[in-house]
């Protein structure tokens, strides 16, 4: 068996990422039947963890996970390149946002790829979602972990899509819309409380003696 070659600097992975963009830049116009200009420029981000990509149309810039690319390897990842290098060329092309539309999805097609939102990446580790119970139906609901933090800090409110219920905050009884409304405006007032005492003392504090 023949052993491949494998980049090691970060560099390395800067001039592949950037061979293929070109590759899949050129297919896009061959597909689209026009020059669309400059390929797209490439960062390669240490920031992504969850996302493999994410395309900027308007900036013609593409972001990639350094963190996946590494993992995953040049051939499991091409597909996510082209995959951003469509949603740029489509966006040009029809001077619109096509997203995922059927645009874009014909565009991947013609590439000879799967026109696949998302992709499944063994080095991507999500974290899991919560699940509770609706109030009003029983029926189980989830959350992801961002919605679930900012429920727990009463920073967001989310209701069940089935029959429409308010979901309560954990420790909170339910059907309290009341409860939470009233929760957050005794923290307010005790807020406005604790700022007067500071204003006063700092205003008697500046009188002249």
């Known amino acids: 068996m023949v052993g491949r070659a494998v980049p090691i600097l970060r560099a390395d992975w800067e001039r592949l990422a950037n ?5 899949w830049w050129r297919a896009c116009e061959a597909a689209l039947g026009k020059p669309l200009g ?3 420029t490439v960062e390669l981000s240490t920031r992504l963890r969850t996302t493999a990509g994410l395309a900027i ?6 972001k990639l996970s350094f963190h996946m690319f590494r ?7 091409d597909s996510t390149i082209a995959h951003e290098v469509a949603h740029v060329a489509c966006d040009l092309h029809h001077r619109r946002s096509c997203h995922h539309d059927h645009r874009w999805q014909r565009l991947m097609r013609a590439l000879g790829l799967p026109a696949e939102r998302c992709h499944d990446y063994s080095s991507v580790q999500r974290k899991p979602r919560t699940t509770m119970n609706c ?5 189980p609901v989830q959350l992801g972990p961002v919605q ?15 029959c429409n219920t308010e979901l ?39 009188r002249p003696q």
Do not use: Y
């Not at 993992?71 to 990842?77: I, P, Q």
């Not at 727990?152 to 089935?162: E, K, V």
């Not at 409860?179 to 005790?190: D, I, K, N, P, Y």
């Open 19 to 23: 061979e293929r963009v070109g590759h």
């Open 38 to 40: 400059p390929p797209p």
């Open 57 to 62: 149309p308007a900036r013609r810039h593409i």
């Open 71 to 77: 993992h995953e390897g040049l051939d499991r990842f």
């Open 135 to 139: 109030p009003g139906c029983q029926r």
């Open 148 to 162: 679930w933090k900012r429920f727990t800090l009463a920073q967001a409110r989310f209701r069940c899509t089935a």
């Open 168 to 206: 309560p905050r954990p420790g909170m009884a339910p059907g309290g819309a009341g409860s939470v409304q009233a929760a957050e405006l005794g923290a307010l007032h005790a807020a406005t409380q604790r700022a007067l005492q500071l204003w006063n003392a700092w205003v008697d504090r500046a």
